[in-house]
T-cell receptor, first 116, second 108 residues
Framework: EAQVTQNPRYLITVTGKKLTVTCSQNMNHEYMSWYRQDPGLGLRQIYY???????DKGDVPEGYKVSRKEKRNFPLILESPSPNQTSLYFC???????????????FGDGTRLSIL | LAKTTQPISMDSYEGQEVNITCSHN???????ITWYQQFPSQGPRFIIQGYKTKVTNEVASLFIPADRKSSTLSLPRVSLSDTAVYYCLVGDIGKLIFGQGTELSVKP
């Protein structure tokens, strides 16, 4: 089954304790992206990756890191989490279309992070 | 990057047609328009995508005028299960900006 898998689904942790949220897709998609979702703010893009070893900042990259060493994986790293990073996080992937077409994204089920 | 504007919320009744309009005045020549549906505690799910004129699939239609500065998602004969948040997305494959979404509530 084609899917985007995020782990963990839920995490409660404390300020300053490094954490990683993993994301894996089995569709051989070139494009992957991370979003955070907060009440009243919709989905905001954190980082995206056009392909292996190519990553770029989205709208709200501060406090986050990503890596794309393999095509299927795109982990989100919080080196020193703070309470304002408490949010619902989604990973997504898509094929890379022609002429900058925005190919439909497949989203994971989300990771709810609480930073105390 | 094209910023999108949608109504925050809409109410409807079962069996009615619902039209949700999204404004995107700064849309670029190569940008496509994509709509997603999101249920609580789930990731967004693709509904429909278009570039210009009209696109129809088994669940919705998308109307895009010639100037492409807006688009309208049309849901025919909604049911209670269509209660969700609907997002309009405009952009190229890289940096993407979702709007705040429209919360659609379908009542019996």
């Amino acid at each position: 089954e084609a899917q985007v898998t995020q782990n963990p689904r839920y995490l409660i942790t404390v300020t300053g304790k490094k954490l990683t949220v993993t994301c894996s897709q089995n569709m051989n998609h070139e494009y992957m992206s991370w979003y955070r979702q907060d009440p009243g703010l919709g989905l905001r893009q954190i980082y995206y990756s056009m392909n292996v070893e190519v990553t770029d900042k989205g709208d709200v990259p501060e406090g986050y890191k990503v890596s794309r060493k393999e095509k299927r994986n795109f982990p989100l790293i919080l080196e020193s989490p703070s309470p304002n990073q408490t949010s619902l996080y989604f990973c997504a992937s898509s094929r890379q279309g022609h002429f900058n077409s925005n190919q439909p994204q497949h989203f994971g089920d989300g990771t709810r992070l609480s930073i105390l | 990057l094209a910023k999108t504007t949608q109504p925050i919320s809409m109410d409807s009744y079962e069996g009615q047609e619902v039209n949700i309009t999204c404004s995107h005045n700064n849309i670029a020549t190569n940008d496509y328009i994509t709509w997603y549906q999101q249920f609580p505690s789930q990731g967004p799910r693709f509904i429909i995508q278009g570039y210009k004129t009209k696109v129809t699939n088994e669940v919705a239609s998308l109307f895009i005028p010639a100037d492409r500065k807006s688009s309208t998602l049309s849901l025919p004969r909604v049911s209670l299960s269509d209660t969700a948040v609907y997002y309009c997305l405009v952009g190229d494959i890289g940096k993407l900006i979702f709007g705040q979404g429209t919360e659609l509530s379908v009542k019996p």
